[in-house]
């Protein structure tokens, strides 16, 4: 593979210690970008699959075949995650063309509709809750048509709330 030709940024001209191991060299990268120890955990995991579904044949030597068929085995809720860390790994570490993803084919996410009560089940669950500071919680979820992460976001409004009964 020829080094990839991309436009250069400030932060872009970082080379890895080619002497290190692979991973270690992306965690070298990683952590000169400054990126959350999450982000680095996902990306030296992916990388790892990758290269273990590939019988340990170095990235090096594969191409953009071995990506998408790597890419294809995976559900469709983790196929971005592991294309972004390839990518990374191949354009950020490797310095190589990651290839061409334009005609990927992605596994079908399935379409998940939002739950809406009807006018009668709100009124059932408000009656159900005991009064307090849940019942309250709850009243002024539904009235301002905040969902429940909501509430648990904003704990200190609701600590006041109870305090003021």
Known sequence: MKPAKTS???FELYLANPKAKL???VQE?????????RTE???????????FFHQKKHPRDMEAEEIQTFLTHLAA???NQALNALV????QVLRLPAGDFSEFERACRPVRLPVVLSAEEIRRL????????????ARMLHGTGTGFSGALQT???WRGAEAAR
């Open 8 to 10: 250069v940024g400030p």
């Open 23 to 25: 991973l270690d060299q």
């Open 29 to 37: 990268v990683i952590r000169f970008k400054h990126y959350s120890i």
């Open 41 to 51: 955990q996902a990306c030296v995991q992916w990388i790892k699959s990758y290269t």
């Open 77 to 79: 809720s983790t196929q």
């Open 88 to 91: 990374f790994l191949y354009r």
């Open 126 to 137: 408000l009656a159900a809750v005991k009064p307090g500071t849940l019942s309250l919680m």
């Open 155 to 157: 704990p200190g409004a």
